[in-house]
């Protein structure tokens, strides 16, 4: 079967730095997202990594291996705004995006 | 531009009721999808479109149909609702001639079937 797997819930303090952890098996691969949800909203996309290696794109960053079956997004200088559940995506073999249950992130001051 | 919208907002149902949740995008996208989220699960795939006048089965169709007469909408129907239907519906679109087909999300239907 397919399977995407991350922390259920994660705490970090205003302006440090966190990683959150995906790891996954699916049939085929065609790339992986990250996406944003705060609480009651819709998701809004991160970040699409489909080659090996780190993105950046300004305070966030995501990074992929494909032979591991493994993803990390990368929060910096965080912000109580971050406060939200952040979650990892695959496209499989029939471009249809596999969800992970997504990691709520809990920032305090 | 509104990007995706959809209707209702939320809505309390009645067990055996017909409901139609409405979703509707203006960036001429051409797939759309229907999610459902429900608490401590993925997004689960119901149903997709990647043009108009087709649809698919996604993850979890039964109990739901879809029609695609144009580019622009994309309607949810539950022919008789169950309790087990209760969740957040999120309709999505995508433009799968852009490069990383990514996904872009309405604001959701708050379901409750009593």
């Known amino acids: 079967g397919q399977n995407i797997d991350q922390p259920t819930e994660m705490t970090a303090t205003e302006g440090a730095i966190v990683q959150i952890n995906c790891t996954y098996q699916t049939s085929g691969f065609n790339g992986l997202f990250w996406y944003q949800q705060h609480a009651g909203e819709a998701p809004t996309f991160l970040s699409y990594?489909?080659l090996d290696g780190l993105e950046e794109k300004g305070r966030f960053s995501s990074f992929l291996s494909r032979s591991k079956g493994y993803s990390y997004l990368l929060l910096k200088e965080l912000q109580m705004k971050d406060s939200a559940s952040y979650l990892c995506a695959v496209m499989d073999s029939n471009y249809q995006l596999i969800w992970g249950a997504g990691t709520k992130l809990i920032i305090k001051p | 531009i509104a990007g995706i919208t959809q209707a209702p907002t939320s809505q309390i149902l009645a067990a055996g009721r017909r409901m139609t949740l409405r979703c509707t995008q203006d960036?001429?996208?051409?797939?759309m999808y229907w999610y459902r989220q429900d608490l401590g699960l993925g997004l689960r795939l119901i149903h997709y479109s990647n043009t108009a006048g087709t649809t698919g089965k996604g993850e979890v169709p039964d109990g739901y149909s879809v029609s695609r007469a144009n580019t622009d909408d994309f309607p949810l129907t539950l022919a008789s609702a169950v309790p087990s239907q209760t969740s957040v519906y999120f309709c999505a679109s995508s433009d799968l001639a852009e490069g990383t087909d990514t996904q872009y999300f309405g604001p959701g239907t708050r379901l409750t079937v009593l």
């Open positions: 990594n489909v």
């Open positions: 960036m001429r996208h051409n797939a």
